[in-house]
């Protein structure tokens, strides 16, 4: 089973400031068929990147993903006051598997 | 735009069974693979199981098999899991997922449902 480490835990930052996640696997992902997704309290998730870089219909450009192999990153441009939540990646290469989480609060 | 609907959740001791229901609409059920996924009280997403968009195929992780079977009624556009021999590690909410495809290399999760509520305790 691939497993998947996010870091940090938890990110303190004030919005317009950059966010940068990072997701990494225990053994390559297959074919970079990598995936974030973005949980708010009481709420389902919601789809942010797949194929590591692909953004989902009618997310904002301000959200992008990068990496390959190993080592995977989401980044938030500029934090609007919506985008305060808990992100998730997530790895379809070989079975499913979810990260731990980092969550990104107001500092 | 898909839509996801979970039902059958609730409090049942354990060693107990429980079957959830997801109906699905606004979307084509059978041209996709669709997941339950849990989440316990203040953790993590995890991965329970996946069906093909046939329903020839399913997989489940280590911590279910042989005790959830997951399947589907394409007629009905509604996807089930049944759930025995459960345990107090089980509560969590599931939810119903969408994947973006019938079966492979596509399984991140294109729609969620809002997830229903297992608790497992005497």
């Known amino acids: 089973e691939i497993v998947l480490a996010q870091s940090p835990g938890t990110l303190s930052l004030s919005p317009g400031e950059r966010a940068t996640l990072s997701c990494r696997a225990s053994q390559s992902v297959n074919s970079n068929y990598l995936a974030w997704y973005q949980q708010k309290p009481g709420q389902a998730p919601r789809l942010l990147i797949y194929?590591?870089?692909s953004r989902a219909t009618g997310i904002p450009d301000r959200f992008s993903g990068s990496g390959s192999g190993t080592d995977f990153s989401l980044t938030i441009s500029r934090l609007e006051p919506e985008d305060f939540a808990v992100y998730y990646c997530?790895?379809?290469?070989?079975?499913?598997?979810f990260g731990g989480g980092t969550k990104v609060e107001i500092k | 735009e898909a839509q996801l609907l979970e039902s059958g959740g609730g409090l049942v001791q354990p060693g107990g069974s429980l079957r959830l229901s997801c109906a699905a609409s606004?979307?084509?059920?059978?041209?996709?693979?669709m997941s339950w996924v849990r989440q316990a009280p203040g953790k993590g997403l995890q991965w329970v199981s996946l069906?093909?968009?046939?329903?020839?195929?399913?997989y489940y992780a280590d911590s279910v098999k042989g005790r959830f079977t997951i399947s589907r009624d394409n007629s009905k556009n509604t996807l089930y899991l049944q759930m025995n021999s459960l345990r107090a590690e089980d509560t969590a909410v599931y939810y119903c997922a969408k994947h973006a495809c019938s079966a492979y290399s596509c399984e991140y999760v294109t729609s969620w449902g809002q997830g229903t509520l297992v608790t497992v305790s005497s």
């Open positions: 606004g979307f084509t059920f059978s041209s996709y693979a």
């Open positions: 194929g590591a870089s």
């Open positions: 069906i093909t968009g046939s329903g020839d195929t399913t």
């Open positions: 997530q790895q379809y290469g070989s079975s499913l598997t």
